[in-house]
């Protein structure tokens, strides 16, 4: 993977130093590639509730079936019970956690995890952040 320029080269590539540099990497903040990719996590506090009536959620009443809400990736596993985890892999930090039926991977280098966030291959050193899920009638709450 080194054999990426990395963007702080790119840019001093360009001849942009100091504040001109900073000025790039802050100034666009509408620049989700600004980010540090570790620290995009969901931010504080997880907790929100989810109506699965509603279209954009309604793939959760289906066993299998997996959305993304938050930077939390959320899970139908059984007619009963969800599962929700971070979108965020512990491996390096890419957003790119979802779920494959009978856990959660990473496609970026391969890490698998069990439904309730344990690493199940070597590719990551760390379990991935779980969330607690309720659930009645139609709402879905997910929290920390
Ligand atoms: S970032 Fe997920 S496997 Fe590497």
Known sequence: ???KIKRNDFLKSLGLKGASLMAIYCGASALSSCQNESEVAPSGAVDFTLDLTNASYSALNTVGKYIIYNKVVIARVSTTSFAA???ICSHEGQAQVMYNGSGFSCPAHGATFSITGTRTNNVSSKDI???KTTF???SLRVFS
């Open 136 to 138: 009645s009638n139609t």
């Open 129 to 131: 952040a779980v969330y």
């Open 1 to 3: 993977m080194e054999n």
């Open 85 to 87: 985890v971070t979108q």
